[in-house]
């Protein structure tokens, strides 16, 4: 992977296209060598065979290039060797996360993993996914540890803001504004309970 992580980001996941998408390259240029040595047989077949070694070649070092990481932050899709290509989806941006397997996508361990982002961002279908299950599974528990950190630093802010309220420091009203706000958005995550939020709020208050 070329892309340069974050701070504190780790990678969860590396994948790419099943190797299904090699045979076709690989296939033709068979093909084409047996059809050359039994038609021709000279240096010139050898030579046009070697040429044409080139495109299942090229069509390898474009599979190994093209991938796809899911980070504790995000989804880094890259492609290309010469010319390069990179997308990033931040893990809060996307939506759903959805995967298909034919009959046989489940015998060869291939399907397609379809992930809807935001509204800015839209929607991308990745076609003949290595083990689409765990690329869409991945994805899934990485959003679900995303959220609790991102609630964690919330609560751990909220409990420091009001430590400074005990300790007899005033705060402004902005302030507590501000961390009320906080302290509502964890009771409609679920992060508190309804007893939790009303006693936390009494404390900014000042009841």
Not at 181 to 191: H, N, V, W
Request: neutral net charge.
């Amino acid at each position: 992977m070329r892309t340069t992580l974050k701070k504190d980001e780790k990678i969860l996941l590396i994948t790419r296209q099943h190797w299904l998408r090699l045979v076709l390259p690989c296939f033709a240029w068979l093909l084409l060598t047996v059809l050359l040595i039994w038609w021709l047989n000279n240096t010139t077949a050898w030579i046009i065979i070697l040429i044409a070694a080139l495109y299942p070649l090229f069509e390898y070092i474009n599979w190994r290039h093209n991938l796809w990481s899911v980070t504790n932050l995000r989804i880094i899709d890259e492609t290309g060797f010469i010319t390069r290509y990179s997308k990033e989806s931040p893990l809060d941006k996307i939506n759903n996360v959805e995967y298909d397997q034919s009959v046989w996508g489940r015998i060869f361990g291939f399907g397609n993993v379809d992930i809807q982002t935001a509204a800015e961002m839209g929607e991308t279908k990745y076609m003949l996914i290595h083990h689409p299950k765990l690329l869409k599974d991945t994805i899934t528990h990485a959003q679900e540890e995303y959220k609790k950190t991102q609630l964690t630093n919330q609560a751990n802010q909220l409990a420091e803001a009001i430590a400074r309220t005990n300790t007899g420091t005033q705060p402004s009203q902005q302030m507590i504004a501000d961390e009320l706000d906080k302290l509502f958005g964890l009771l409609q995550k679920g992060a508190i309970t309804q007893e939790e939020y009303l006693a936390q709020k009494g404390k900014l208050m000042g009841g």
